[in-house]
């Protein structure tokens, strides 16, 4: 642990009863895990459905539709017995609302690590022993924020996971002149405000800010601009609310930079199953 900054409860009651974030450095993230971007650029570039055969020896897939709108909104999910990943797909701005469709649109893709996916691995990259070690070497942060904060709860907990998302945001039919609308767009159809199901999580940054959130004493929303600088920021889960904590209320917020394109964030999941 004495390579984690953590904050123990009694702060974490303060800064929400006066609006500040839990938030600190990582001297991981400056150092070992500096390269986290471009190694997330690697990951995704080589994540498809051949390699998702290679690295799993169980395999499930599935389609989804959005139930509201299955012509706009939908998803191929590859579930497997290491490694899992999620293809999430929105019509593009134009095809959105056009009756002319030209098949534009953005997507959201999404790469899960767990506990066993190392010792599941029955192939492997440069790109997925990374996040295997970044799991391997933030989970101790999760393990402290559950005894610290949740300690009320273990006992009506059955299982517990702990599973790091590594989420690319990309504009695959931008051109140079409209990435910008398209970058707007992504941002407002999957970044909607919402509070996970979750106890907490672990937020280990973005290469852009995009990230806001709820703020606990103002109830106002906030840019949280500094989770491109090295730092990491705890957020509450709605299970939180069973240990007196205000949940993370949080969602994206569109960044104007002209010359941003691909957007990279990784979150760190704390999941409880509770006992029937």
Not at 20 to 49: H, N, Q
Not at 70 to 88: H, R, T, V
Not at 220 to 241: H, P, S
Request: include cysteine.
């Amino acid at each position: 642990m004495t390579n984690h900054n953590l904050i123990p409860l009694e702060d974490i009651f303060a800064y929400q009863d006066k609006g500040e974030w839990p938030m600190v450095d990582s001297s991981l993230l400056s150092t070992t895990y500096k390269d986290r971007w471009e190694m997330a650029d690697k990951l995704f570039s080589e994540l498809d459905e051949n390699l998702f055969n290679k690295v799993n020896e169980e395999k499930e897939y599935a389609d989804w539709q959005d139930p509201e709108i299955p012509e706009k909104s939908f998803s191929k999910k590859y579930s497997g017995s290491a490694l899992s990943y999620d293809d999430d797909f929105m019509v593009g701005p134009h095809d959105w609302d056009s009756e002319s469709k030209i098949g534009d649109y953005v997507q959201r893709r999404k790469a899960y690590i767990y506990d066993w996916t190392k010792d599941g691995l029955q192939h492997t990259t440069e790109a997925i022993n990374y996040f295997v070690g970044m799991h391997e070497a933030f989970k101790p942060v999760l393990e402290y924020y559950l005894y610290e904060c949740y300690s009320d709860q273990l006992e009506l907990i059955e299982k517990l996971l702990y599973k790091l998302m590594i989420i690319q945001y990309n504009t695959p039919k931008a051109t140079e002149q409209n990435r910008a609308q398209h970058r707007k767009f992504n941002t407002e159809r999957f970044g909607d405000e919402h509070c996970d199901e979750t106890l907490g999580g672990l937020h280990l940054g973005e290469n852009y800010a995009e990230f806001r959130a709820k703020n606990t004493k103002s109830n106002k929303w906030e840019l949280i601009d500094q989770l491109t600088d090295n730092k990491m920021l705890w957020m509450f889960g709605e299970n939180a609310e069973r240990s007196g904590l205000i949940p993370t209320y949080h969602g994206m917020q569109h960044n104007p930079g002209k010359d941003l394109n691909t957007r990279y964030s990784i979150i760190f999941d704390l999941q409880a199953r509770y006992k029937q």
